[in-house]
């Protein structure tokens, strides 16, 4: 795939269709998921019966994890007549560009952006509530959810983003890029401007969209006295793997800033003290470091809303600008 670490491969049917599987890079082994496409479907979800209800606006909702645990999210949804678009929101980024149907009282919608697979389905009680969900992710997720209509919702802060400890103002890091040549934060290149530092992942759809948004910034960035640079956190600690996936991530969307490999899996549960150790624990990818140009952190920040957000995504480049702006009047 042009961005994530996936192939697919498969036989031509008769008709046209797709048989074959999907093999996805993994932290750990090699996923294969079997798959079938047909030609010219433009439709995910069957509809046999016009939509009770209309679920268009904000909800508030209470996703279960495994462990019975709550984890909040809002969802902000559009819907005409039977077709329903929207995302979903969590306090560390978003679900994309979803996609379904309400059929009757049935509420059903998907997301694949290559390699990550969410399905949403659940029973529409009335206008103001929704139960019975249940959220299917990947090859084995499977979480139960419930929704309430709130206009006013705002989501938590559940403390995802990292601190500077005790004692510490500035990072200190080197790391190889994709060309494996070594960048430091010290290097010339970094003196006296303002500096974003992006801890992402490859493998992170909402690393993408912070990537693509911080890519065309640079464009502009770069002349008015902005550096950027990234470290990836990949799903394997062989560099060469990640080489390859940052590579063509970096292609994809013309990084013309540093792209580093940590050299740490995204998974290592020591994986901030074998990077940035001047940070608490980095949780949320991702987490994005502006520096000022005398070097000292100034702020941080965990998560993405992109694109798919809307208002949020308008919000957040509101805010960057302006960050940006206080930092370069120093």
Not at 68 to 85: D, L, S, Y
Not at 196 to 203: A, F, P
Not at 267 to 281: G, V, Y
Not at 309 to 329: N, P, R, S, V
Request: glycine share 8%; hydrophobic share 35%; proline share 5%.
């Amino acid at each position: 795939m042009p961005v994530f670490e996936s192939t697919f491969s498969a036989k031509i049917g008769k008709d046209g269709s797709l048989i074959g599987e999907m093999a996805k890079g993994t932290t750990g082994k090699t996923q294969y998921w079997p798959f079938k496409a047909w030609p010219g479907q433009s439709y995910r979800f069957t509809v046999s019966k016009p939509a009770r209800y209309n679920i268009s606006g904000r909800w508030e909702l209470a996703i279960t994890r495994p462990n019975k645990t709550i984890r909040p999210a809002m969802a902000e949804w559009v819907q005409k007549g039977n077709k329903v678009t929207g995302t979903i929101l969590t306090p560390s980024g978003d679900y994309r560009y979803l996609d379904g149907v309400v059929n009757r009282d049935s509420l059903l919608m998907s997301v694949f952006d290559g390699s990550h697979t969410y399905l949403f389905r659940a029973l529409i009680k009335d206008n103001n509530s929704i139960s019975e969900g249940v959220f299917y992710s990947g090859i084995a997720g499977v979480e139960e959810w419930k929704a309430k209509r709130n206009n006013d919702y705002v989501l938590p802060d559940v403390g995802n983003t990292p601190e500077m400890k005790a004692g510490y103002t500035h990072l200190d890091f080197r790391f190889l890029d994709v060309d494996s040549i070594p960048v430091s934060i010290t290097d010339d290149r970094f003196k006296n401007k303002v500096v974003i530092v992006q801890l992402m992942g490859s493998w992170c759809p909402n690393c993408m969209d912070e990537t693509k948004f911080l890519s065309e910034y640079y464009q502009k960035g770069k002349n008015e006295g902005v550096e950027i640079v990234a470290i990836a956190y990949e799903n394997s600690t062989d560099f060469k793997r990640s080489q390859i996936s940052v590579r063509k991530f970096q292609q994809r969307f013309n990084v013309k800033y540093p792209m580093l490999i940590s050299g740490v899996s995204v998974t290592d549960s020591l994986r901030t003290e074998k990077t940035i150790p001047q940070l608490t624990t980095i949780k949320v990818y991702p987490t994005t470091i502006y520096i000022g140009k005398d070097g000292t952190v100034r702020k941080l920040h965990s998560g993405f809303y992109g694109p798919g957000t809307g208002e949020h995504f308008e919000a957040f480049k509101k805010e960057f600008y302006q960050t940006i702006a206080d930092m370069l009047k120093e």
